[in-house]
């Protein structure tokens, strides 16, 4: 872990780039629940060991400024209702980085992005219900960045691309959201049933571009798209992505590490790109 005032960007393994992940992390419930979904994103973590981690997260939106959580510690946000008492008695304790925070701030207002360091902020579930998935031990450093929802996928695309050099110095960029998320859809009765046909149809055609990269048909999603108004009826879950994206720079080799659908509407499909 770091201290208040170390980066742990640099640290990763000399001449190594990390790859960039997207993570559909679901329902606050895998945090407790048990299943394929959980293995598939603990064996990822076993495999990949960045010396640092940073998260855009669905759960904090920010107009049109990029915000950069930049303490040393952080405490967990339970920003859901309605739950096991269980999962608010969850802990994560990594550490923060403000260093390597810092250092982002400056990447991006160098590259013209509106950005601002926040020592306050909590981490949100969208960081710490995947994060101690990945990394139970809690031993990676993690700086969250929220998704500045007035943004276009473009300028996602262009911020992604800004950071894109932290891959090369031992750091992960994670973009934690959902493929289709429709909450007014979903059918809590029945966590394994069958997804509904619109779903799997916006899911596959997403999974189709991103193996043929794309990058033109996914930014213009909301045209080129089956059924994206009801896969993506807010964005703030899917934007996520296009940071992620963009940060990859070109086409790498695609590693599937989930896929699926709870509930009937809600995608599980997480994936890097190495």
Not at 24 to 41: F, K, N, R, W
Not at 72 to 98: I, K, M, N, S
Not at 127 to 156: F, H, M, N, Q
Not at 179 to 193: A, F, K, P, T
């Amino acid at each position: 872990m770091t201290n208040g005032g170390s980066s742990t960007a640099g640290r990763g393994v000399p001449g190594a780039r990390m790859p960039v992940v997207f993570v559909s992390h679901g329902s606050p419930m895998v945090a407790i629940e048990t299943g394929i979904y959980q293995e598939a994103l603990e064996r990822f973590g076993r495999e990949h060991r960045p010396g640092a981690m940073v998260v855009i997260s669905a759960h904090w939106e920010s107009g049109d400024t990029v915000r950069i959580a930049s303490a040393a510690e952080h405490r967990l946000v339970y920003d859901f209702g309605g739950f096991p008492r269980e999962l608010y008695e969850l802990t994560y304790p990594a550490a923060g980085d403000p260093g390597l925070a810092r250092r982002i701030d400056g990447m991006l207002r160098n590259g013209d992005v509106r950005s601002a360091l926040d020592s306050v902020r909590g981490w949100d579930h969208g960081v710490w219900v995947p994060l101690r998935l990945i990394y139970p031990k809690a031993d990676v450093p993690i700086v969250e960045l929220s998704i500045p929802g007035a943004l276009s996928p473009a300028e996602l695309f262009r911020i992604g691309g800004l950071l894109s050099p932290l891959r090369s110095e031992g750091v992960v960029i994670l973009g934690s959201g959902g493929i289709v998320h429709n909450l007014g859809r979903l059918d809590w009765r029945r966590r394994d049933g069958p997804a509904e046909q619109w779903a799997l149809d916006f899911d596959r055609w997403f999974a189709s571009k991103l193996e043929a990269w794309d990058i033109d048909a996914l930014l213009r999603y909301q045209r080129t798209a089956p059924s994206a108004a009801l896969a993506v009826p807010t964005n703030e879950h899917f934007h996520p992505l296009f940071v992620a994206l963009g940060a990859a720079r070109e086409q790498g080799r695609i590693e599937h590490i989930h896929e699926g659908f709870q509930y009937g509407t809600l995608s599980m499909r997480s994936f890097a790109v190495a």
